[in-house]
């Protein structure tokens, strides 16, 4: 059996999914979290059923890319769970009847009950379902209240088939509904109304996103330091050195396995960023370097996320992103991307049109760094000063803006307006908050840790056999001329191919400069996406956009580096 | 006693804090301008800011259609999105989108 969870954006759906399956994904606080459908089982007594959890859609009519993933789903569905905004009744009700009119049975899941109560809002559940001809349910998908009514319910689901004649006459039966069913009754202003309104305000609006900003960068910067310091080089430094040292005396010091494993010995010791065995550096950047600013960065996107403020900070930038060919809410996956590139490119569905898909990708994979390429510079490049790090995003965010701004003039089409649902602001539920952190956490450690490892042990191997050597002189006339480096910076380029944080890592023992540790650095984040962003692009935009985004990545980089190595 | 006064504005010209009924939501078609060829249809003023297809039905979608009590409650400077209430729901709408909802405002001063 196929259960299908169906709803307008953001009214819970991955909630729902979460709880019904313990299957974990991410649920945000935002309209678009879900750009596909995501699979998980629930048993029904002896039966296996298989639960979808859908995008979220306003009509059956659909608009963007993920709305269309949503109707054409609703084909092999079984039975429906439409997940209703208890809060928003009557446009929720719109989709009910909408649904009510296909051929597939439906349960009303009556979402967010707990938020109807502090709004004023009354709904006559009994009246409802008698109204409705199906059973509703209400529920509270992040505390998991009403969920076991909802799963005993389920056998009950009909489908009605009724069907209208246009949507003037079925948004006049969601009135009538409506009107026998909810009253509304006194209410007191919560202190996130307050909050709602202050950052609405043109001005107010602006000044909270500074403040949001900035107190983002600082936590992030706050919780990454202190878990590198505290944590994860202590326990390299006093743990696991001795045994590598131990190891590496029983290896006798050298050879072919001491190299594979351990690596160089720099001065007789290890040095996590230069000897580049796959104990030593291998184990060393994803879990010392880069997972502090994994937990750290989403930490603080988990909180933006959940508390709402996204789709906020979409309107403020709009203007902005109109002059790049996009409308303010690419920015919610262009934020996505500082984390990791590879849903940031999936989260470009939420936008409507295949122009904006294409420059927002573009952009994305130029000028926005991941996570684990950001935390690799902030230690490597921040060694030589904050300024050469700031040279390196200054560099990163100017460029973004002006290859938008080209693209928005060489793309054919135009940028539709923003037209978005703002969320309420709402406290994060914590414990969803934290499920989320340690799904992306390991999510990351398991895709990045086989890579970086795989890597590692490659560049070992190729570096044994001499491939470098030979692929570094090939390409010295552009690496040295145009851009100033050795000739040995080449293969951390092509590593950054496989992953950009080892790559930045082989750059750390050929001694740079700092200027040159920008160039390299700034050029390794625009050059190439990794291979799993373009795995993405190509699935996303289709082989010959991810061509021609591909051709801008390059051309991009080279020009950058060149004007930098000029300037600099 | 002073007789409430009603007049029609678009979203975009409504202040802040005003509330009244959407009367009508123009469709797109008299926004196709500049079909010249060239530079200014891709790059005109009505090219940058046009909303995308079928913005009528997303609207009526997202609940806003004639008949509805709305309320505004931000706009952005730059001629940016403007934000709107209806029933418990907010809605950011551009510029360009809030000057084609015609609302009825409520005006009892």
């Known amino acids: 059996m196929k259960i299908l969870l169906m709803g307008n954006p953001n009214v819970g759906k991955s909630a729902l999914f979460s709880r019904l399956t313990g299957t974990r994904i991410i649920a945000s606080n935002y309209p678009g979290t879900t750009v596909e459908f995501t699979r998980g089982y629930l048993k029904l007594g002896e039966e296996r059923a298989e639960v979808i959890d859908v995008p979220g859609t306003y009509t059956l009519e659909p608009t963007t890319k993920a709305e269309e993933v949503s109707v054409e789903m609703l084909k092999d569905g079984d039975v429906v769970i439409d997940v209703v905004d208890a809060t928003n009744l009557e446009r929720n009700l719109n989709l009910t009847l909408q649904l009510l009119e296909r051929r597939v049975p439906v349960i009303v899941a009556l979402n967010m009950w707990d938020d109807t109560r502090h709004r004023g809002i009354n709904i006559d559940v009994a009246k409802l379902e008698e109204l409705l001809g199906v059973p509703v349910v209400p529920t509270v998908a992040v505390t998991g209240q009403g969920i076991r009514e909802l799963v005993d319910r389920l056998p009950e689901a009909v489908a009605s088939q009724t069907t209208y004649s246009s949507s003037d006459e079925r948004w006049a039966k969601v009135g009538s509904i409506v009107s026998q069913t909810q009253w509304l009754s006194h209410r007191h202003h919560t202190w996130c109304e307050v909050l709602e309104d202050v950052s609405n305000h043109p001005v107010g609006g602006a000044f909270i996103a500074l403040l949001v900003l900035f107190a983002t960068f600082w936590v992030i910067r706050f919780i990454g330091e202190s878990i590198i310091g505290y944590v994860t080089d202590p326990l390299f430094g006093w743990l696991w050195t001795p045994l590598l040292m131990k190891l590496s005396l029983a290896l006798g010091s050298g050879g072919f396995l001491h190299s594979i494993l351990i690596g160089k010995l720099i001065g007789g010791e290890i040095d996590y960023f230069q000897s580049f065995g796959l104990l030593s550096t291998g184990l060393y950047i994803p879990f010392a370097a880069v997972l502090p600013y994994i937990v750290s960065f989403y930490l603080a996107l988990g909180i933006l996320e959940d508390i709402g403020y996204l789709p906020r900070l979409a309107v403020l930038m709009d203007t902005l992103m109109h002059r790049l060919g996009l409308h303010g809410y690419a920015i919610i996956p262009t934020i996505l991307g500082l984390g990791c590139n590879v849903p940031a490119v999936m989260a470009t569905r939420i936008l409507e049109s295949r122009r904006e898909r294409f420059i927002a990708a573009t952009l994305i994979s130029i000028g926005v760094p991941c996570a684990a390429l950001q935390a690799m510079i902030i230690g490597l490049v921040g060694q030589q000063g904050v300024q050469y790090v700031a040279m390196v995003y200054g560099s990163l965010f100017v460029s973004w803006v002006i290859i938008g701004f080209i693209l928005n003039r060489a793309v054919r089409g135009f940028s539709p307006e923003l037209l978005v649902e703002i969320p309420p602001y709402r406290l994060p539920p914590w414990r969803v908050t934290g499920e989320k952190l340690w799904l992306r956490m390991s999510g990351f450690i398991k895709e990045a840790l086989p890579i970086v490892l795989g890597a590692v042990l490659v560049v070992n191997i190729l570096y044994t056999l001499g491939v470098f050597d030979f692929i570094a002189n090939i390409a010295a006339p552009i690496v040295s001329g145009l851009l100033g480096l050795p000739k040995e910076t080449v293969v951390a380029l092509v590593v950054g191919f496989l992953r950009k944080d080892v790559a930045v890592g082989m750059l750390a023992p050929l001694s740079l400069t700092a200027e040159q540790l920008v160039i390299s650095s700034t050029v390794l984040a625009m050059l190439f996406p990794c291979v799993a962003t373009f795995v993405i692009l190509a699935r996303e935009l289709g082989g010959r956009d991810m061509l021609k985004a591909t051709g801008v990545m390059i051309a991009a980089a080279l020009i950058v580096g060149g004007l930098q190595n000029l300037i600099l | ?109």
Do not use: C, W, Y
């Not at chain 2, 007789?3 to 202040?15: A, C, H, S, Y």
């Not at chain 2, 551009?94 to 609302?103: D, E, K, T």
């Open chain 2, 1 to 109: 006693m002073i007789m409430p006064e009603k007049r029609q504005l678009t979203l975009g010209q409504m202040k802040v804090g005003q509330t009244g009924t959407v009367v009508q939501v123009l469709s797109d078609l008299g926004f196709i301008g500049h079909r010249g060829s060239g530079f200014m249809r891709r790059h005109g003023p009505g090219f940058m800011r046009r909303h995308g297809p079928g913005f009528v039905q997303r609207l009526e979608a997202l609940g806003i259609r004639p008949g509805k009590k709305v309320a505004k409650v931000s706009s952005t400077l730059f001629r940016g999105p403007v934000t709107l209430r209806v029933d418990n729901a907010e809605v950011a709408v551009g510029f360009g989108m809030a000057n084609r909802i015609i609302v009825e405002v409520d005006t009892s001063t």
